[in-house]
Nanobody, 120 residues
């Protein structure tokens, strides 16, 4: 079994910062690409950022220069540092991981999501 758990969400004022964490646990052999997505009320889930196992990062245009994705492969953990937050960043943020287990399965696992609210 594999589980991804996000943490670090909350309420922050416009212009503020938050740091989200995503910890993967279980029967994991290797994690390839990890990513952050978000879903605002009434909208579809959208990609925020991804990071390869080698640390190569890609970002959606709407977060470039404000958000930074990172990971620690030894801890199966990923982070999203969010700066200069805007009200339109309000959403549930989800992490995912493309992984392979010791039993030979390969699949994409998702976390349960963490709420980020940007409001004064």
């Amino acid at each position: 079994q594999v589980a991804l758990v996000e943490s670090g969400g909350g309420l922050v004022q416009p212009g503020g910062s938050l740091r989200l964490s995503c910890a993967a646990s279980g029967n994991i052999l290797r994690i390839n690409v990890m990513g952050w997505y978000r879903q605002a009320p009434g909208k579809e889930r959208e990609l925020v950022a991804t990071i390869s196992s080698g640390g190569s990062a890609q970002y959606a245009d709407f977060v470039k220069g404000r958000f930074a994705i990172s990971r620690d492969n030894t801890k199966n953990t990923m982070w999203l540092q969010m700066n200069s937050l805007k009200p339109e960043d309000t959403a549930v943020y989800y992490c995912n991981a493309d992984l392979r287990t010791w039993s030979g399965s390969a699949f994409r696992s998702w976390g349960q999501g963490t709420q980020v609210t940007v409001s004064s």
